[in-house]
């Protein structure tokens, strides 16, 4: 492996950077960094050391230690990456042991849902076909997300993927619930520079099959050094455009939907939203939108998580009463029921809006109202004295202006 590492900082670090993340590098070897948001460039690139280091925001390393970063890789995934790339030969020991097949039977699989989806997709009587058209997904979309079905006859009772996977050496054990997944559709799940497909999601079409085996059922590999890790993916990372900001959303519907729209999104799983997902995104974005779902879950899940974002800028997505979350949104704008872009708001204008769109009946409700400020004031612990200050005098105002009714 050492042998390895050395060829690889052998390599031409701007070739790398180039080749591998599709970035250039500038005049004097400087460019933006891709590891924060800014307008001018304060990552400087030096090829005689084969090393580069950001001044702004204090990011340095060798080109292993950038791709690591710029693709959220482990180490070894970064080595692996420019290996393959540069036609580096591992050791055998090595090869052994990123010869991980679970990953090869996950792409497989997702290759053949796919591929089965874009055959049924020109029936228009099938439930998985009404289901995407109704929610205004288009077949741009569908193969971005590379979306896939499997029904009755690809299923073959089961049979045919069961074998997919032994093919792939992968045991019977890790792969034994598969046939929940019939009539669903599949979503892959990527790895940070959209290479592989380290698991995949389903989801379900008809309530039946929603209350037998729930709305969503993943089916990942979580042991593994490669493996999907809940606390740490970002669903559609790897389809990010370096743009200055990021919608956060929860599911990975949300997060289709809002690819669909053109909005620059991540979902994060419906799992809770972690200081390694804010980490990751902070890094790379300047500004973070929240935009959970339009109920009291997704609203009190995101106050609770703004700590995690303590000191940097966050707005919020300023959701119409009549919508839920980003599916009910691209339906609505599908269907030319909506036609106004998404608003967006700083937390005064968040508290304000949802002080008077009637969250949660607060309008109608003292206890809901109290409720609803000592939520506020126990997630803006953290925030600046000023900052505190000005959200204090606006609950202040809108309960002196409730009790004056």
Known sequence: MNDVIKKIKELPILDVIKNLCGVSVGRNEMMNC??????????????????????GCEE??????????????????????IADYYSIDMPKHEQKKRDYSFVSGYNRVSDFGNYALTKLNVD??????????????????????????????????????????????????????LDRHRGR????????????????????????????????????????????????????????????????????LDAIFMHELGYNAVGIGGTAL????????????KTIVMAFDNDK???T???????????HDVEFVLWDSNIKD???????????????????????????????????????DVDKRLEFCELIVKSTRHFEPIMRAEIENIIVKLIGEFTSY
């Not at 896939?148 to 019977?172: P, R």
């Not at 972690?274 to 974005?285: I, P, Q, R, W």
Request: aromatic share 16%; glycine share 8%.
């Open 34 to 55: 891709p590891f924060h948001a800014e307008d001018t460039p304060s990552l400087k690139v030096y090829s005689k050391t084969s090393t580069f280091k950001c001044f």
């Open 60 to 81: 340095q390393g060798d080109s292993i230690q950038f791709i690591q970063k710029f693709h959220n890789l482990t180490f070894i995934g970064a080595v692996k990456m």
């Open 124 to 177: 228009k009587s099938l439930k998985i076909v009404k289901y995407l058209n109704n929610r205004g997904l288009s077949d741009a979309t569908i193969e971005k997300f590379k979306l896939g079905y499997w029904n009755e006859d690809a299923f073959n009772k089961g049979i045919y993927l069961h074998n997919l996977f032994e093919s792939q050496g992968v045991s019977k054990d890790n792969f034994s619930s």
């Open 185 to 252: 559709l599949i979503i892959p799940l990527f790895n940070g520079n959209g290479s592989q497909v380290i698991g995949f999601a389903s989801r379900a079409l008809s309530k039946e099959d929603e209350l037998k085996y729930g709305k969503y059922i993943n089916d990942v590999n979580s042991e593994h050094k490669y493996g999907y890790n809940k606390s740490a993916y970002l669903f559609g990372y790897h389809l990010l455009e370096p743009k200055t900001f990021v919608y956060v959303v929860e599911g990975y």
């Open 274 to 285: 972690t200081d390694t997902h804010a980490g990751v995104l902070m890094k790379k974005f």
């Open 297 to 299: 879950s997704g609203v």
């Open 301 to 311: 899940k995101t106050f609770e998580n703004l700590i995690r974002f303590d000191g």
């Open 326 to 364: 980003a599916g009910d949104f691209c339906i609505e704008r599908k269907s030319f029921k909506l036609t106004e872009d998404l608003s967006i708001g700083n937390i005064i204008k968040y508290i304000e809006h949802l002080w008077h769109q009637d969250y949660n009946s607060i309008q109608t």
